[in-house]
């Protein structure tokens, strides 16, 4: 099916080119959308040297609604991308979650007996005997259980942005490298010719607009509940990690890189504040995981990279849909730590709304959750 009618995605990051590619394979020609970015494509949260996704991300080990569809669509939608590329984009991997104290033990324990079957990945809780396998590189809790999650997925972000970009550009879609300065809605103009999007270099005109812009939409939307929280991950070498090809994840992460290396972090702050040292940085990620990863105290540092990710306060789950009181004017935004477990299988209901007026958007994911007056919109 080939679907017309012009949209602009703003914002080049795993949000924007994710749906960027739903939209083309839902039927949109790639002469029909154009993507603007203003700094480089991958340049903002997305740009992190690897991630991890899951079934459970969070306090819990039940899943919270939505994430079962999610991780299922993400996970076949990275195999795909992975089918057909020879560099590696994403590999499944065992997620350890051991309850480091009393009150997390008792949390994992309710939530572990709430499991439903059929869920698109094992939850287990590893026997001793199981448990011991992993010691002395992990130091696992003896006196409380270790739960295991299968599979996790571990994905080289820089290759999967530039994939994406990749595949959009070669189906004819323009990318602007810069930044959108405004939009001015149809109804403000003496032309009728749809949303106007304001660069340095004029204006375009489109009849559909999609803000995938991350940290910068309290800009937009000055009056939405929206924090902004920097973090640092790093990635460290040690020979202990030789081979390694098990995930912890317990607060903080280790995610094995390949070699001797992993990522591991991340740090946690209002991006408010001033950005912290880089010695600091490190300082909370070796602390942070030091009593589980022993090597992680005198393991060699590679790279801290930096980052912010928006969060909707209180419930965390991202904004997703038409904007309340603006026509044609859509948001993909707020995925917090959840980008890759979430955006796939929105991406694609997203486009279905976007070109099929269907709406399978769930409500907890939806803009239209907050009411009229949270989405005042504002030239940032
Ligand atoms: C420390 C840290 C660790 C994380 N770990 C994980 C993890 O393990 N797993 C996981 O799934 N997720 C993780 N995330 C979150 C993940 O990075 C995000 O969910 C995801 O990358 C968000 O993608 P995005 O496209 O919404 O944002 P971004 O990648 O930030 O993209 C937004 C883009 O919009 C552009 N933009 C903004 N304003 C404008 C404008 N006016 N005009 C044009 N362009 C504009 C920006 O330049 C940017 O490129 C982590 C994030 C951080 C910070």
């Known amino acids: 099916m080939t679907v017309s009618g012009s949209v602009a995605i703003i914002g080049a990051g795993l949000a924007g080119l994710g749906l960027a590619q739903a939209l083309l394979k839902a039927g949109l020609s790639g002469e029909h959308l154009q993507v603007f970015e203003a700094h480089s494509v991958g ?3 997305s740009g992190l040297p690897a991630a991890l996704m899951h079934l459970t991300p969070g306090r819990s080990l039940f899943p919270k609604p939505g994430y079962a569809p999610c991780f299922a669509f993400s996970q076949a939608w990275l195999e795909a991308l992975q089918s057909d590329s020879a560099e590696p984009l994403a590999a499944p991997l065992l997620l350890l979650r051991p309850a480091l104290d009393g009150a997390v033990a008792s949390r994992f324990e309710r939530s572990y007996a709430r499991l439903e079957p059929g869920l698109p990945a094992q939850i287990s809780r590893l026997s001793a005997a199981q448990a011991a396998v992993y010691r002395p590189l992990f130091a696992l809790p003896e006196l409380t259980a270790t739960y295991a999650v299968q599979p996790a997925w571990r994905v080289a972000m820089p290759a999967l942005i530039q994939r994406l970009s ?11 490298l810069e930044r959108v300065r405004c939009l001015l809605p149809p109804s403000t103009l003496a032309s009728r010719q749809g949303w106007q999007v304001q660069t340095q270099s004029g204006l375009h005109s489109f009849e559909r607009v999609v803000l995938a812009v991350a940290a910068d939409l309290p800009l937009w939307f000055p009056e939405l509940p929206l924090q902004r929280m920097r973090g640092e991950v790093a990635v460290f070498q040690h020979p202990q990690f030789e081979g390694l090809n098990t995930a912890l994840s317990s607060g903080g992460y280790v995610l094995p890189l390949g070699g001797q290396r992993v990522l591991a972090g991340p740090t946690f702050y209002p991006a408010e504040q001033p950005c912290q040292s880089p010695e600091w940085s490190v300082q909370q990620i070796r602390q942070g995981l030091a009593a589980i990863v022993p090597a992680m105290a005198e393991a060699e540092l590679e790279q801290l990279w930096s980052g912010v990710r928006t969060l909707v306060k209180h419930q965390r789950e991202p904004l997703v849909g038409a904007v309340p009181g603006f026509h044609q004017l859509y948001v993909f ?25 269907r709406d399978r958007i769930p409500d907890y994911f939806k803009a239209g959750r907050f009411p009229l007056e949270s989405w005042r919109l504002a030239c940032p």
């Open 333 to 357: 935004s707020a995925f917090a730590t959840k980008g890759l477990l979430q955006i796939p299988w929105l991406a694609q209901a997203l486009a279905e709304l976007l070109l099929q007026d």
């Open 166 to 176: 990749q595949t959009i550009q070669q189906a004819g879609v323009v990318m602007h």
């Open 43 to 45: 340049a903002g949260a």
